[in-house]
């Protein structure tokens, strides 16, 4: 079972994005509702970069949303003005999400974790961009490591984020995530882990992007994934997320393996499963028509 992050409260979806910018709180509070009803663990308040109106579109959005809910929050934006406004007006412990290595981003979010006493998303991006592979991964994570303990921030605060890629780039930075989460204990021990999960199906179509969701999750949480910023009106996701579904984890882990599967015995859902593990894991080449295979 991993601790769930609701991914949509989002500036990305066009009719919560016009009600932020008109601050109409009813569909905000009434999407926090639903997801709340799904048994979520924290909020995902996605605002983007929110250059001009950040501070006080952030602090609007925590008291739209904590007065209708009793959940803590997860603030995401670029801009750590306005995580510092959402941090003002919190009730109880929020996340901070995120920083990254990035000087402009690392020198503002991470005294604010440690001003405001909370745990922070820590992004494995570089000061150039996309890490290139596990190893760079394992570098910006005890350098990252490193900077928030000389601010005097345990790592027990730290929440990695290796990055998710789309499948449907490039396949070794799919499983580049995949290894770092096994060695993530060893490099920030102490430290726990999320991960942006529907960053994985980006670009695909939309009927394929459940599938290849719920199986990357799967895949992260064999490695001892701790949370996930999700979607929670995904039932089957939540299913997984919450342990459920030994028979699809079964099916992952041997193609993870490479165990040979009986797939004639399998159900439809089942094999696809199994496809969908090996997209992932680069055994098959990724196209549209995976499951068809």
């Known amino acids: 079972m991993i601790k769930i992050i609701g991914e949509n409260i989002n500036r990305m979806s066009k009719p919560l994005a016009a009600a932020m910018a008109e601050r109409n709180i009813k569909p905000i509070q009434e999407t926090a509702r639903a997801m709340a009803e799904q048994g979520l663990d924290y909020f995902d308040l996605n605002i983007g970069p929110a250059k001009k109106d950040g501070p006080e579109l ?9 007065s209708a809910v009793s959940l803590p929050c997860s603030l995401d934006s670029s801009n750590p003005d306005a995580i510092r406004g959402g941090l003002e007006v919190h009730k109880g412990k929020a996340l901070i999400n995120s920083t990254t290595l990035q000087p402009e981003r690392m020198e503002r979010a991470l005294p604010l974790a440690k001003e405001y006493d909370c745990d922070i998303i820590c992004v494995l991006w570089g000061p150039k961009g996309m890490p290139r592979d596990a190893d760079e991964r394992a570098m910006f994570a005890t350098e990252i490591m490193t900077r928030a303990n000389d601010l005097g921030i345990p790592n027990q605060r730290l929440w990695i984020d290796p990055i998710a890629t789309p499948v449907s780039g490039d396949i070794n930075q799919v499983k580049a995530c995949v290894e770092m989460m096994q060695v993530l204990k060893e490099l920030v021990p ?24 719920r199986t990357y999750l799967l895949m992260l949480m064999r490695y001892g994934l701790y949370s996930a910023i999700l979607n929670a009106f995904d039932e089957d996701l939540l299913a997984i997320a919450r342990g459920g579904r030994p028979d699809i984890a079964d099916v992952v882990y041997r193609a993870m393996d490479g165990q040979p599967v009986d797939l004639a015995a399998l159900s439809l859902e089942l094999k696809n499963y199994y496809r969908t593990a090996r997209v992932l894991k680069g055994d098959i080449l990724y196209s549209h028509s995976w499951l068809n295979g």
Do not use: A, D, F
């Open 190 to 213: 102490g430290s726990k882990s999320t991960i942006g999960l529907s960053n994985v199906s980006n670009g695909t179509p939309s009927e394929l992007r459940p599938w290849l969701n």
């Open 58 to 66: 952030m602090n609007w959005m925590v008291q739209t949303v904590q």
